[in-house]
């Protein structure tokens, strides 16, 4: 969303503010935050993956500060997701952190019926418990490692987790 918007969506905000709707302004500023952070995410991840490690970190650390609460932990988890999923810093030691396919991953939270808004959280955790020792149990490397032993795994499986379950913790 281009800045100009972005500006008259918080002028809007205040607005509704003024005017004692306080509901309907948290829901114009809402929108008007989660695009930022979309673009927040976008702009890291473009660092990474043209390999510009001094890029990424600076724009890290001046990008946390300025998180608060769930955001802030959104953007950790999102922000090492995008360094798994590209090898990148901690993550560039391909044989020990190897990840399945982010397309794979998508199909098998559909598959497993993840994506469902109706669920609660105890239906969800029995879901995905499933789908992970399914999927660990697989055969992914030419070690014959199973994905339940590999770091990279565990740490996409994880992030991928807490990523789903924030709407939970809201």
């Known amino acids: 969303m281009k800045k100009e918007i972005l500006d008259e969506m918080i002028k809007v905000a205040s607005a509704l503010d003024a005017l004692g709707l306080y509901k309907e302004?948290?829901?114009?500023d809402r929108v008007a935050q989660q695009n930022n952070f979309v673009k927040l995410i976008q702009t890291y991840k473009q660092f990474v993956e043209k390999k510009d490690v001094q890029g990424a970190s600076d724009y890290y650390i001046s990008v946390l500060p300025n998180?608060?609460?769930a955001q802030k932990q959104?953007?950790?988890d999102q922000a090492m997701r995008i360094r798994l999923d590209n090898g990148f810093?901690?993550?560039a030691?391909?044989?020990?952190y190897r990840t399945i396919p982010q397309d794979q991953l998508n199909n098998l939270i559909n598959n497993y019926g993840l994506n469902n808004p109706k669920l609660t959280k105890n239906q969800f955790d029995a879901l995905w418990e499933q789908m992970v020792t399914a999927t660990g149990n697989r055969i992914w490397s030419s070690d014959r490692t199973p994905l339940r032993?590999?770091?990279?795994f565990k740490r996409q499986i994880q992030l991928t987790y807490n990523l789903m379950t924030a709407k939970f913790r809201n």
């Open 25 to 28: 302004a948290s829901n114009v």
């Open 149 to 152: 032993d590999n770091l990279g």
């Open 74 to 76: 959104s953007f950790i």
């Open 89 to 91: 810093g901690e993550y």
């Open 93 to 96: 030691d391909k044989n020990k």
């Open 67 to 69: 998180l608060v609460g």
